[in-house]
Each structure stands twice: as structure tokens, then as C-alpha cells.
């Protein structure tokens, strides 16, 4: 479960693909199979949530790890790669890792 928590001991990554409106759908099913099919199932993975923008340009992955080293293997395992690869078929994207600085409730 995605708990964003400045105290949550997680490695948050915030990865934005940029994609041509008519690939946004194609896009978030290639992001939704590859953590179904692969990036959940790795050591260290809490949790992965997948927004698509409402004009359609863009698609944000924002996922937790249990440390920046399991999140690293992930990347390095040829299944995830597999993955990444036909998600970067369809869109550019930049990824960052994240600390929670603040969060606020009403």
C-alpha cells in the first residue's frame, strides 16, 4: 500500500513519460503489465501507481521501494528491462528518485 509519509523509511521514484496523446492508453498498459508481470514481483517493491494526464500528454509513474539498492536491481534485471524497453518505445520519460519533504491534509 502507498503510504507518502516524510517518516516512510521508502525510496519514492517519480518517473514522468511524455507521450503523443493518441499513445497515452498504450502507454499505461505497458506500464500496468510490466508491474503486473514483472516490477511487483522483484525484492523490495512496495507499490507502483500509474497516472495518465487529463490532456493526455503525459503519463507518471510514482513508486516506492524499500531502498534505493532494490529499486537499482530492478532496473538491472533483464525481465524489468524487457519491460522499460517497450515502455520507452512509446514515450520519452525522466526519472528521479524522491524523499517526501512535507505532506498536508485538510
Known amino acids: 500500500m502507498t503510504t507518502i509519509d516524510p517518516a516512510a523509511d521508502v525510496a519514492t521514484l517519480v ?9 497515452q492508453r498504450e502507454l499505461v498498459d505497458v506500464l500496468t503489465a510490466a508491474t503486473e508481470e514483472a516490477i511487483r514481483h522483484r525484492p523490495g517493491f512496495v507499490s507502483a ?20 539498492e532494490e ?6 534485471d533483464p525481465g524489468c528491462r ?16 524522491y524523499a517526501v519533504a512535507s505532506v498536508h491534509h485538510r
Not at 511524455?18 to 499513445?23: E, F, G, W
Not at 503519463?59 to 531502498?67: F, L, P, T
Request: hydrophobic share 50%; proline share 4%; net charge negative.
Open 71 to 76: 529499486y537499482q536491481a530492478m532496473l538491472a
Open 15 to 23: 518517473n514522468v513519460f511524455t507521450v503523443d496523446p493518441r499513445r
Open 82 to 97: 524487457e519491460h522499460m524497453a517497450a515502455a520507452a518505445a512509446l514515450a520519452s520519460f525522466d526519472p528521479h528518485l
Open 49 to 68: 501507481n500509474i497516472h495518465a494526464s487529463t490532456d493526455g500528454t503525459r503519463v507518471v509513474n510514482y513508486a516506492q521501494w524499500a531502498s534505493v
